[in-house]
C-alpha cells in the first residue's frame, strides 16, 4: 500500500485534503483505507465513515468499506482528511498521509495516486487552538455548498501528489462509529448586541504558542480571533420567527449531551457570518439562556462565512453538546434541519430494568456515557480532551464488558501501550499518563502507570489475552525498574518524580503528595500484587506485604490512616496530620486494612463518611472525597461487604441530578469540569450488581 500527500504541503499544520475517485461499485468492491490524523468518508455524498481508530507513534489501523450497497450506480468516493501537525492529546504530531486501495474480490482497481485530490481551502488555516489538550477551532469560508462537492461536483482546484512515507498498519478491533442523526429544537431565539470592549478570557493553549511544547499559530499570525469575536456577544431572548438576520440568534437544544457532528442546511440570501456557541449546559439569567463556550477550558465555537446558496453543513471535528446558540452577525439566511450526527460506540446491547424510575436513569446515562467515549479507545471525555487516560480506562474497561459482552476497544487501547515507544522528554521506562498523545514536556502520572498494571492484569484475566500479556511484559518490567530507584529503607516510595495524582480533591494538594504519600504506596504494592499474578515473578509478593505492614505503622494514627509523612531535621519520617477521606477508601480497596482488622474505621466510613456527609461538622478535619476515584472506591467497597442498599441509595444521591441535566454522568459532583466522562459509566456496573 503507497501513500500520498499535496505536494509542498507535508509540513502545514491545520489543513484538509479531499482524495475522490469515481467508479460504479460491483458487489464485491471493497475500499481499505488508512491515514493520518483524521478522515471521513462520503460515498454519493453520504457520510458513511469516520475515523481511523487511532493508534502508537509509527502505526496507523486499516479501515476497509464495502461497497457493495451502491452496486451498479455510478458514484464518487470522497476521502477527506485533516492534518492538524501539532502535539495534542487527542492526534499525535506526526507527519499526514493519505493510503488507501481500491478491489474488486483480490483485483485491485486503484490506490492513493489514483485518486483526485484537491485542497480544502473552504476551512480558514490560521486559526486559534481549540485548547491545549486539542488541536484547531473550526472556521469555513464557504462559496458553494460542501454537499455537492463531496457527491462529485467540483468545487476546488486539483492538487499535485506526492509520494510520502506511511506508518506501519495494524488491524482494527473496534466496530465501525454510529453516524445516525439526532434532531434539535428550539427553545430560545433573540437580539445580539456586540461589546467591543468586552474582556477576552485567554487560556494558553493559543498565546503560549513556543512550537515545542505548544504547537500552533502565534497570536500575529492568526486570520481570525474567535475567542474574542464571540465574547462580544450580549444575548437578549426575544420572541422571533423564521430567519436568521444581522444580529439576532437561535438556541438549540438535544434531547441530551451528544458527541457527533453539528449538521443543518442554510438557505443564505445575504452573504452570512455564522457562529455555532455549543456547550453541555447553559446558564439561565435574566436576559437569557447563556452559553459559555470557554467554561471547560476550550474554544466551543464554530464559525461559517457563506456567500449566497443552499447548503448543507456538516462539522468535521467531534464534539459534545446539549445546547447550541446560532449567532448570526451579517446577513440573512434560514437555517434548517438542525441535528447532531452521532459519533458514538454502537455495540451497546439492550439495557435491563431495574425497576426502579431512578436507577433505570442513572444506567440509560451510564450507556450513552459510555458510547461516546468508546469509539476506538477509552477516553475520559469526548469534549475537552478526547484523551485515552490510564486509571480512568481501569473502570471505563469495566464498563466495556458490562455494556458490549466483550472488551475490543480496550484491547485497542491496551495494545497501543504495548506498542508505545521512548517518546523525547519523557522519562526512560515510564508510560505516558494518556496515550495516544504528545507529551514534549516529559510530563507524566507515576500513579497512572500503577492503575495501568491493575488493568492489564484485570484485562488478561477476564479476556484471556495471552497475547496482549506477552506484548506488555516489557512495559511493566520497566516500570519495576523505574519505581525501584525510589524505596526507601521500609520498601516505600517517597518524594516520587513526575506529578503524583491521588484525585480531584485535597489529598492531592503539594503538602498532602510530599515525601511519602501513603494513597501512592497503597496502589504501587497492589500493582506488585498483579504483576505477581500476571507473571509470576518472584519476590513481588512478598514485596507488597512487607509495604503494606509499614503502611500500617506509619500512616495509621489510632483513627484514621494519614496521607503521607515527611522528614523531620533529622531526617525521620514523622506524621504531619494531613488526613483525607480517599486515602481511608485507597487503605480497604488494596487491602492494608479490612472490615475485621480496623472495625471501628470500618464503621465510620459506611455510616459518617460519603458523598452526603456534612463536612462542616462531622469529621472536618478529614478532607473528602471526590467522583475520581474516591466515591468510586467507596461504592465498591460497600458492595463487596453487601451494602446494598446503601450502594443503591448513594448512586441515586450522587447521579441522579447527572442523568437529569444531561443524560450523561460526569467528571466531578459539580458543572465546573467535563459533564460526560468515560470512568463514570462503570456506575451501571455497580447498579447491576445490586440488583442482578
Not at 54 to 76: C, F, I, K, M, N
Not at 116 to 122: D, E, S, V
Not at 489 to 513: I, R
Request: aromatic share 14%; with cysteine.
Amino acid at each position: 500500500m503507497n501513500a500520498v500527500w499535496g505536494k509542498g504541503l507535508l509540513q502545514k499544520k491545520n489543513i484538509q485534503l479531499v482524495f475522490q475517485y469515481r467508479l460504479t461499485p460491483e458487489t464485491s468492491d471493497r475500499l481499505e483505507l488508512a491515514v493520518s490524523n483524521l478522515y471521513r468518508f462520503f460515498v454519493a455524498g453520504k457520510l458513511v465513515g469516520y475515523g481511523p481508530a487511532r493508534a502508537a507513534h509509527g502505526y496507523s489501523r486499516l479501515d476497509t468499506y464495502d461497497l457493495s450497497p451502491w452496486a451498479g450506480q455510478e458514484v464518487t468516493l470522497t476521502v477527506e482528511v485533516y492534518s492538524a501537525n501539532v502535539n495534542t492529546y487527542y492526534t499525535i504530531d506526526e507527519a499526514p498521509f493519505f493510503a488507501a486501495e481500491l478491489y474488486r474480490s483480490e483485483e485491485r482497481l486503484a490506490q492513493a495516486e489514483d485518486f483526485t485530490a484537491y485542497h480544502m481551502t473552504g476551512r480558514v488555516q490560521k486559526v486559534q487552538r481549540f485548547g491545549f489538550q486539542r488541536s484547531f477551532v473550526e472556521s469555513y469560508r464557504f462559496c458553494q455548498n460542501p454537499a455537492d462537492f463531496y457527491a462529485g461536483k467540483p468545487q476546488y482546484p486539483v492538487i499535485e501528489t506526492e509520494t510520502v512515507s506511511m506508518n506501519k498498519l495494524l488491524p482494527r478491533y473496534v466496530s465501525y462509529p454510529t453516524l445516525q442523526p439526532i434532531s434539535a429544537q428550539i427553545i430560545e431565539t433573540g437580539c445580539v448586541s456586540l461589546q467591543p470592549d468586552a474582556e477576552v478570557i485567554r487560556y494558553r493553549e493559543y498565546l503560549d504558542v513556543d512550537e515545542v511544547l505548544i504547537k500552533g499559530f502565534y497570536p500575529a499570525e492568526l486570520e481570525e480571533d474567535i475567542a474574542a469575536e464571540v465574547a462580544q456577544f450580549a444575548l437578549c431572548k426575544k420572541p422571533s420567527q423564521g430567519e436568521l438576520t444581522a444580529l439576532t440568534y437561535r438556541t438549540y437544544q438535544l434531547p441530551r449531551t451528544i458527541t457527533g457532528f453539528f449538521s443543518f442546511g442554510a438557505q443564505v440570501k445575504e452573504k452570512t457570518t455564522l457562529y455555532l456557541l455549543f456547550d453541555e449546559v447553559a446558564t439561565e439569567t435574566e436576559n437569557c439562556l447563556q452559553i459559555n463556550p470557554r467554561r471547560i477550558r476550550c474554544c466551543n465555537v464554530v464559525k461559517y462565512v457563506l456567500t449566497p446558496g443552499n447548503y448543507e453543513l456538516l462539522s468535521f471535528e467531534a464534539n459534545s453538546a446539549r445546547l447550541v446558540t446560532a449567532v448570526v452577525t451579517e446577513g440573512c439566511t434560514q437555517v434548517s434541519h438542525f441535528a447532531m450526527v452521532r459519533y458514538e460506540n454502537p455495540d451497546i446491547l439492550p439495557l435491563q430494568d431495574y425497576g426502579n424510575p431512578e436507577l433505570n436513569a442513572i444506567v440509560e446515562a451510564a450507556s450513552y456515557t459510555f458510547a461516546q467515549n468508546a469509539v476506538d479507545i477509552l477516553m475520559d471525555c469526548p469534549s475537552r480532551e478526547r484523551a485515552g487516560w490510564l486509571c480512568d480506562s481501569y473502570f471505563s474497561g469495566r464498563a466495556e464488558h458490562f455494556f458490549t459482552g466483550d472488551n475490543k476497544v480496550e484491547k485497542s487501547f491496551l495494545e497501543n501501550y504495548a506498542l508505545y515507544t521512548q517518546q523525547p522528554g519523557m522519562d526512560a521506562g515510564m508510560i505516558p499518563m494518556c496515550y495516544p498523545a504528545d507529551h514534549p514536556n516529559g510530563r507524566y502520572i507515576p500513579n497512572w502507570s500503577m492503575w495501568y498494571i491493575l488493568e492489564l492484569q484485570s484485562y488478561v484475566e477476564h479476556t484471556g489475552d495471552m497475547e496482549m500479556k506477552a506484548r506488555s511484559e516489557q512495559k511493566v518490567r520497566d516500570l519495576l525498574n523505574f519505581f525501584q530507584k525510589y524505596e526507601n529503607e521500609y520498601g516505600l516510595l517517597e518524594d516520587l518524580g513526575g506529578w503524583v495524582f491521588v484525585e480531584w480533591s485535597k489529598c492531592n494538594d503539594p503538602e498532602f503528595v510530599a515525601g511519602v504519600n501513603f494513597p501512592t504506596n497503597m496502589l504501587w504494592a497492589a500493582a506488585l500484587e498483579a504483576t505477581a499474578k500476571l507473571y509470576g515473578w518472584e519476590g513481588l509478593t512478598e514485596k507488597a506485604a512487607a509495604m503494606k505492614k509499614a503502611i500500617r505503622e506509619l500512616s495509621y494514627n489510632g483513627e484514621f490512616f494519614e496521607d503521607n509523612v515527611q522528614r523531620d531535621a533529622n531526617k525521620r519520617l514523622k506524621k504531619v496530620g494531613h488526613t483525607t477521606e480517599t486515602c481511608q477508601y485507597y487503605a480497604f480497596y488494596f487491602g492494608i486494612a479490612t472490615p475485621e482488622s480496623y472495625p471501628e474505621l470500618w464503621q465510620k466510613l459506611c455510616s459518617q463518611f460519603g458523598p452526603r456527609r456534612d463536612k462542616e461538622t462531622v469529621h472536618p478535619l478529614v478532607y473528602p472525597s471526590n467522583a475520581i476515584v474516591g466515591n468510586y472506591l467507596r461504592l465498591e467497597l460497600l458492595l463487596a461487604q453487601g451494602y446494598i442498599p446503601q450502594v443503591l441509595q448513594e448512586c441515586k444521591d450522587f447521579f441522579t441530578q447527572m442523568a437529569r441535566l444531561t443524560g450523561t454522568l460526569w467528571e466531578h459532583s459539580r458543572l465546573s469540569a467535563s459533564l460526560n466522562h468515560g470512568f463514570a459509566s462503570v456506575a451501571a456496573v455497580y447498579i447491576h450488581q445490586c440488583i442482578k
